[in-house]
């Protein structure tokens, strides 16, 4: 494995570490001008419009449950394949709806220990960090919290949950600076983050995004932590109303970039490509997420003129699946108050529709969902 080397331009030096140097950024903002052209410009305008409109919708929607929900589970879902979990939509609902004593693989319930709880970790994370925006902003001290929440119960690198690392790491051939300057590192960024930056609010978040993750200041769960990091700031800093924007998405779609954008500034300085990468990011998933919510807004409406006044089961159940979208034939008892053959016929009317369809294919212990909503959530990004 090689070094890493850097040239002239690189905002950082290597300092010599044991047997490899270690990467010591310099602190934000860039100790060059930076050279944003047009094209640049006219991205981030189309961004902050896309957050603007996404930021509105969220707040004038009828049925925040399951935009807001589901909007959020598909950011930590997404962040968390980065990572190398294999989670998907149906997975995380079938942990919620799974009833005791139901049938369940081994592989099934590895991944609802594992992979499952990683979304979950991370979902409860940003609702915990939304919470505490309101009382003080990023700190060393939310940073901290939001990592033991992000890392508790599951697979992890470190022993060290909600504190610094205190050893060092190498992460193929960079080595981020070493634990003794860490601390130090990171009061300079939040002071960075507090005073409000030097540039346009997105431009400063993808600089503080690239600062965090190349000063790597936990043994484990950085990645998570830095994009969840990205969600705080946009609502801080009045881009969003709610953590809505699924941008490890994009991240996700494009992660040999990604990571070549991130190495490009620490070995040359190269700012211009890692912020255009990063505001047409913000810009596709802000639109997309957008495109996404009119969709569900507009399934909504349907379902009311079709289904609202209509006092039979299949019909308040129809206009249920917006507040729980995954659900079993016991959910339904619970939900509008009635008997298991009640239940049943409700669902078996919606199946016959096409709203709701059985998803486990067995004669037990049946789950369901909403086809249309999940449709919508489901459909990829490449169709918006």
């Known amino acids: 494995m090689q070094d890493m080397q850097v040239s002239g331009r690189a905002p950082g030096r290597l300092v010599p570490y044991g047997r490899r140097p270690y990467y010591k950024p310099e602190p934000l ?26 930021s509105g919708i969220s707040t004038a929607v009828e049925f925040s449950p399951v935009l807001y929900t589901s909007l959020l589970r598909k950011e930590a879902m997404e962040s968390t394949q980065i990572e190398g979990a294999e989670v998907d939509m149906n997975t995380l609902y079938r942990h919620e709806t799974r009833q005791p004593g139901a049938e369940a693989s081994r592989d099934e319930h590895e991944a609802e220990t594992k992979d499952v709880a990683e979304v979950l970790n991370y979902e409860q994370a940003v609702e915990e960090g939304v919470e505490a925006l309101g009382s003080g902003g990023v700190s060393t001290g939310l940073l901290q919290s939001l990592h033991e929440t992000l890392l508790t119960g599951v697979r992890s690198d470190t022993d060290t949950l909600g504190a610094f690392r205190r050893q060092p790491v190498n ?6 600076p070493e634990p003794g300057t860490v601390e130090g590192a990171m009061d300079a960024l939040l002071t960075y983050i507090r005073t409000g930056g030097s540039y346009h609010g997105i431009v400063d ?34 881009y969003l109303a709610q953590p809505n924007l699924y941008l490890s998405e994009f991240f996700n779609r494009n992660k040999e970039t990604y990571v ?21 990011g913000v810009e596709r998933q802000a639109h ?43 959910d339904v008892q619970d939900i509008l108050d009635v008997t298991g053959p009640t239940a049943y016929r409700a669902i078996h009317r919606l199946e016959d529709e096409g709203v709701l369809e059985e998803v486990t294919g067995k004669q037990r212990n049946r789950e369901y969902r909403a086809a249309d909503i999940f449709a919508v959530l489901e459909r990829p990004p490449e169709t918006y």
């Open 171 to 176: 992460l193929g051939g960079f080595v981020p």
């Open 29 to 54: 903002p860039p100790g060059r001008e930076l050279s944003l052209g047009s094209e640049f410009y006219t991205t981030l305008s189309n961004a902050t419009f896309w957050l603007g409109k996404l």
């Open 205 to 238: 978040i993808a600089l503080v995004h690239y600062q965090f993750e190349t000063i790597h200041p936990f043994g484990d769960g950085n990645g998570r932590l830095g994009r969840l990091l990205i969600a705080l700031q946009l609502l801080d800093q009045g």
């Open 288 to 330: 997309e997420s957008f495109e996404r919510s009119v969709e569900l807004r507009t399934l909504h409406r349907e379902y009311h003129e079709r289904y609202d006044g209509r006092s039979r089961a299949d019909a308040r159940l129809a206009l249920a699946l917006f507040e729980q979208p995954y659900l079993t034939a016991n």
């Open 260 to 280: 070549e954008r991130l190495q490009g500034v620490r070995t040359n300085g190269a700012w211009e490509d890692w912020l255009a990468f990063f505001v047409r």
